[in-house]
């Protein structure tokens, strides 16, 4: 009997994952159904498109963490792109979106960013960066552990700790 055994690295830079949800409206606050949407991670230029559901609603799972921008478009609407979405890990950021009647050529670029306020979830998480003491070499990557301190404000891992004597 012969038996095979595969032993899988992890990617160092996988940090977790967030999802964006929100509803798509015309001017009058009608829903728009059928609106394509468009996610894009602009450190990579990755994208993940979904079409908005009959209440004009829609859910992008999966996502990496980081910046993204979102793109609308449906026949008979102006285009509209959203810069400045910072996804964290385990978030769930709502983006409300308003198409205006016009050509399909025609986009409208907004740059507000979408609401950093978790409402649907409980769970904090943050991002560790890379270069948090790992180093890869070849396809294994030795880390040194790293001390997390909590505190009565929550920090990120890599920013300064005040020192107290």
Known sequence: MVVFITITCADVSAQGTAQIHGTIRDASGAAVPG????????????????MSGTDGGFIVTNLATGPHQIEA????????????????????????I???????????????????????????GAAVPEYAGCRPHGSIAFCRPITVRLSRALRPPWAATPTSR
């Open 35 to 50: 609106a394509e949407v468009k996610v894009t991670q602009t450190d990579t230029g990755v994208s993940r498109s979904v």
């Open 73 to 96: 478009s449906k026949e008979g609407f102006s285009k509209v792109a959203q810069t400045g979405i910072v996804l964290q890990v385990n978030g769930d950021p709502l983006v409300e």
């Open 98 to 124: 308003a198409l205006k009647v016009g050509a399909v050529n025609e986009q409208v670029s907004v740059g507000a960013n979408a609401s950093q306020v978790e409402t649907r979830n409980s769970a904090v």
